[in-house]
């Protein structure tokens, strides 16, 4: 990438929220395509819009973002704490706002989920022109078909799916594996399937004890070695809710969700006496290497991105529809989420092929397979 004595102009990029798989190649397509095809000098706000706030930032050069395709996280930073919780405060923003033409930016590419959006759409407010990347594994941003870091995520939980089947055959043992999903089940649903689950708890789908305790009953009587059960975190228990072990007031007290795994665990071991392990994946589902196809999406995406800043076309998020990358606009609604629905198609392929979501609604499918 040239250093260029009398840019176009100056355009920033931050990666806001979680990190996964896919963010450096949204990064490197932002800055390449930016310096190359608009002269655009790029800035790189360090630990999400913490760096505006605090004008931590570096210029971008091709050195830099060159060889990063292929690795996980960001080289940024990332951040989804700090003094943006909405809503947001004026003095926040007024710092945001002076450090932004004081570094005379025409637009900033914010990278990131639904919170990161919502507070890009705030700060548009005030003058600072946005453009938005979708950024989240959970796949339930509504504004676009999928997200980056979402088919990353899924592949680490099907590898790790085959690895815990091959184990769970020697040993004639139920499997419970815990995924991130605090209120969207897409990865539990995809990995599931794609790692031949036998059960998948969503927190989409209500589910009993009972019917979890009857199915696995039915298994263990037909003769079944082993049960695969795969469980978003996010999963309510029957009983009492979703599991959590903490709050966080710097994230608008949301509670840290993870140990329904374990609980299921035990319940089986005491209730069925068959024996039963968990493995809780945690945030090995947000690094490593991207899968080929989310490099080509945060390419595709961060290409976009970089057209629609350098040609002034503002507050809109680069969006998936079918194969084609188009834009949506970036409004206060981006944080309703795109939930799993029970009469999506992933639904009814799960079911026709016996997996069983605890839920009472079974196929004759179900009572056959071994």
């Not at 078909?145 to 590898?159: K, L």
């Amino acid at each position: 990438m040239s250093i260029r004595s009398n840019p176009n102009g100056t355009i920033g990029i931050l990666t806001g929220g979680g990190d996964c798989s896919g963010l450096n190649a949204v990064i490197r397509a932002v800055c390449i395509a930016a310096d190359m095809e608009y002269g655009f000098k790029v800035l790189g706000f360090k630990d999400g819009f913490e760096g505006l706030y605090e004008n931590n930032y570096m210029e971008l050069v091709y050195s830099d973002v060159n060889d990063i395709l292929n690795l996980g996280g960001t080289i940024l930073g990332t951040s989804n704490t700090g003094h943006f919780v909405l809503p947001l405060k004026q003095d926040v923003v007024d710092v945001c706002v002076k450090n932004y033409n004081q570094d005379q930016l025409s637009c900033i590419v914010i990278v990131g989920g639904d919170g990161t959006m919502s507070i890009g759409h705030e700060l548009s407010k005030f003058g600072i022109n946005i453009v938005g990347v979708p950024k989240t594994i959970d796949n339930d941003l509504r504004s676009t078909d999928q997200t980056f870091g979402f088919d990353s995520a899924v592949s680490i939980v099907t590898e790790a799916l085959d690895r815990i089947t091959t184990t769970a055959i020697s040993h004639h043992r139920a499997m419970i594996v815990e995924v991130m999903g605090r209120n969207a089940g897409w990865i539990a649903l995809a990995s599931g399937i794609a790692g031949g689950a036998h059960v998948i708890l969503i927190p989409e789908i209500k589910w009993t004890w009972e019917n979890l305790f009857d199915y696995l009953r039915n298994r263990h009587s037909k003769g079944s070695a082993y049960t695969l059960i795969v469980v978003a975190e996010g999963c309510a228990l029957p009983e009492k809710g979703q599991i959590g072990q903490e709050t966080r007031e710097d994230d608008n007290n949301k509670i840290r969700l993870g140990g329904i795994g374990n609980l299921i665990c035990q319940k089986i071991s005491k209730n069925l006496k068959i024996e039963s392990r968990c493995t809780i994946l945690g945030h090995i589902q947000r690094g490593g290497t991207p899968t080929s196809y989310d490099r080509i999406l945060a390419t595709k995406y961060g290409a976009k991105a970089a057209q629609l800043a350098c040609e002034g076309i503002y507050g809109v998020m680069v969006s998936l529809k079918g194969t084609l990358i188009d834009t949506v606009p970036i409004t206060g609604e981006m944080q309703t989420q795109k939930l799993v629905t029970v009469d999506d198609q992933l639904i009814w392929t799960a079911r026709v092929l016996g997996i069983s979501f605890c839920d009472g609604l079974t196929t004759n499918s179900i009572e056959n397979r071994d």
